[in-house]
């Protein structure tokens, strides 16, 4: 090949890549990361912590507060037409009722994962307080069944009265839980203690 040829050849190359870096348009300098700029994570990356469940809960008091009142509640229905011991026997067994039906309830709705062992087992460790607040009352209205000098009447009462201590004691571990402070605080503390009133105010309306 002579030199006239070799230049043809190079023009002729050199025009081909004019052609195709037109084509194909400038690159722009954004578009391109600079070997200082941080990579960052891809989605699947990120989508691996969704849902992460590393931070600490704190204990819920729901049910405890829920059964306490419901234990005051079945001492104001009973009233007096029962003695202590019969009153301590329904205030377990309501306990027990409400336990498993808010154990059902939980697990019809999926809270704690569908209808498998450990979801139940989990819905029944979940919702024991709705049972156990009924407990502290029931001791109070049979040890007054035992002693001589107590009546039907100061029996209710001192069931009555164990069930509306135990409801502004779980309503107080609620809000410390919660870590309330200020207006809130003081609104909780007081719908707590109305409401202690409210279940007093049941018990002389019924009248039984």
């Not at 035992?146 to 069931?159: E, I, K, Q, R």
Request: charged share 15%.
């Amino acid at each position: 090949m002579n030199q006239d040829e070799a230049s043809l050849a190079g023009s002729g190359e050199a025009g081909v890549a004019r052609d195709v870096a037109a084509s194909v348009g400038p690159v722009s300098r954004e578009k391109m990361p600079s070997p200082s700029e941080p990579v960052l994570d891809s989605p699947i990356d990120d989508a691996s912590g969704i849902g992460s469940t590393d931070a600490p809960r704190g204990r819920d008091y729901t049910s405890a507060v829920y059964g306490s009142v419901l234990a005051a509640t079945v001492v104001v229905s009973a009233g007096d037409l029962r003695s202590p011991v019969a009153l301590s026997t329904l205030l377990i067994a309501s306990g027990v009722v409400f336990w498993i039906a808010h154990v059902y309830a939980a697990t019809v709705s999926g809270r704690h994962g569908g209808w498998h062992i450990g979801s139940i087992r989990e819905g029944m460790k979940h919702e024991w307080p709705v049972a156990f607040a009924a407990v502290p009352p029931a001791i109070a209205a049979a040890v007054c069944g035992l002693l001589p000098n107590v009546t039907v009447t100061d029996g209710v009462w001192a069931a009555l009265v164990v069930a509306i201590g135990e409801q502004q004691l779980w309503g107080y571990a609620a809000v410390r839980n919660a870590k309330l402070k200020g207006p809130a605080l003081t609104r909780t503390m007081l719908l707590n203690v109305v409401m202690g009133f409210i279940i007093v105010a049941l018990k002389f309306g019924v009248g039984h």
